[in-house]
């Protein structure tokens, strides 16, 4: 007899056992799928947040997009503008005078001079050369083209989003 009782202790004792280790494993499962769902749940609002961040960007992507196209088109009117000036300028031989500058002595003063300086006939001013005329005609073209990139340029920097 004391042998069975040994036996049905022994049995008992694996049967606790083995409840014991279903037990563990079953709590082992609750707890990893508890926490797999968990980890799900963080990994879909992450997912969620990129996708927003994602058309966050290319939203702002197609606006700077947008701004400089529009930026690039205003640039390219105003350099059109500057070459047609210019191409008028030169079709039409234009000098530049200097409204200060005294006669020179190729006018010869007529002989009821009453006063000295310039005769009332004379027009004012002269006419710089044409290489004068030529490099400040230049020089103002040069002027207009930068100020004309400076002008896009903030264009295009008012244009972009701003913030964040």
């Not at 014991?20 to 494993?25: E, F, G, I, N, R």
Request: with cysteine; charged share 25%.
């Amino acid at each position: 007899m004391p042998r069975i009782k040994v036996i049905i202790a022994g049995v008992a004792a694996l049967l606790i056992c083995g409840l014991l280790v279903a037990v563990y494993h079953q709590g082992r499962v609750v707890e990893r799928a508890q926490w797999e769902q968990r980890e799900a749940k963080a990994l879909a609002e992450s997912l969620k947040l990129a996708q927003q961040r994602t058309a966050e960007v290319e939203a702002l992507r197609a606006q700077q997009t947008a701004a400089r196209q529009s930026a690039e088109e205003t640039y390219a009117r105003m350099q059109a503008d500057i070459d047609s000036k210019s191409a008028d300028l030169v079709r039409l031989g234009k000098r530049l005078r200097d409204p200060g500058a005294r006669a020179g002595c190729g006018n010869p003063l007529p002989a009821t001079a009453g006063s000295t300086g310039v005769p009332a006939d004379t027009a004012a001013g002269a006419e710089l050369s044409e290489a004068a005329s030529r490099f400040l005609f230049t020089l103002t073209e040069r002027c207009d083209r930068a100020a004309a990139y400076a002008t896009a340029a903030h264009l295009w920097a008012k244009s972009l989003p701003h913030g964040r």
